[in-house]
T-cell receptor, first 115, second 113 residues
Framework: GAVVSQHPSWVICKSGTSVKIECRSL??????MFWYRQFPKQSLMLMAT?????????EQGVEKDKFLINHASLTLSTLTVTSAHPEDSSFYIC???????????FGSGTRLTVV | DAKTTQPTSMDCAEGRAANLPCNHS???????VYWYRQIHSQGPQYIIH???NNETNEMASLIITEDRKSSTLILPHATLRDTAVYYC??????????????FGQGTTLQVKP
């Protein structure tokens, strides 16, 4: 149990277009989800905290107008990279914590390549 | 949350125990030690966590020093599939708390045949 599904697993898009990444909690409800970004050979960097029914909380230095987060239900959070540029190419990962379980569960990640 | 220090990389022979150290000298009394690992191009995986007592599960053992300023993750019989980046994170218990998880640089463990 306690699975977080992330889709797509990889995506290639043209510069200037927008890309949406979905994060679903398959067998539990998550009022809070977290979005991370990871560049090659670097650690995970927290981008924002997604809150069901309210605005996301962004970490310092993360552009909220560029990385749109929507958490419209207890099982789905989406991250939209707007007007993507090559420097947005990265590995994006979401996570959530199932109630009653001590560890956070992570999605399998989305590899975004902007050309 | 308290800062952690881990070696950048370690090697381990297949079948031997892998001992991964973590220093967290500024840990507070209500902060737990969590370990996660990330296999290449995958999302992180929860391994184990503890407060002050040693802990063991099907994946690993966690040894925390009496002063709680450092800990060691032990993989008793490392396999090639244990090659990954291992992250030691210190934070307050997540029970009833959906607070964020901050990752450091971690230790890259290379298990060799």
């Amino acid at each position: 149990g306690a699975v977080v599904s992330q889709h797509p697993s990889w995506v290639i898009c043209k510069s200037g277009t927008s890309v949406k990444i979905e994060c679903r909690s398959l067998d539990f409800q998550a009022t809070t989800m977290f979005w991370y970004r990871q560049f090659p050979k670097q650690s995970l960097m927290l981008m924002a905290t997604s809150n069901e029914g309210s605005k996301a909380t962004y970490e310092q230095g993360v552009e909220k107008d560029k990385f749109l987060i929507n958490h419209a239900s207890l099982t789905l959070s989406t991250l939209t990279v707007t007007s993507a540029h090559p420097e947005d190419s990265s590995f994006y990962i979401c996570s959530a914590r199932p109630t009653g379980i001590d560890g956070y569960t992570f999605g399998s990640g989305t590899r975004l390549t902007v050309v | 949350d308290a800062k952690t220090t881990q070696p950048t990389s370690m090697d381990c022979a297949e079948g031997r125990a892998a001992n991964l150290p973590c220093n967290h000298s500024t840990i507070s009394g209500n902060e737990y030690v969590y370990w996660y690992r990330q296999i290449h191009s995958q999302g992180p995986q929860y391994i184990i966590h503890g407060l002050k007592n040693n802990e063991t599960n099907e994946m690993a053992s966690l040894i925390i020093t009496e002063d709680r300023k450092s800990s060691t993750l032990i993989l008793p019989h490392a396999t090639l599939r244990d090659t990954a980046v291992y992250y030691c994170i210190v934070r307050v218990s997540v029970s009833g708390n959906t607070g964020k998880l901050i990752f450091g640089q971690g230790t890259t463990l290379q298990v060799k045949p």
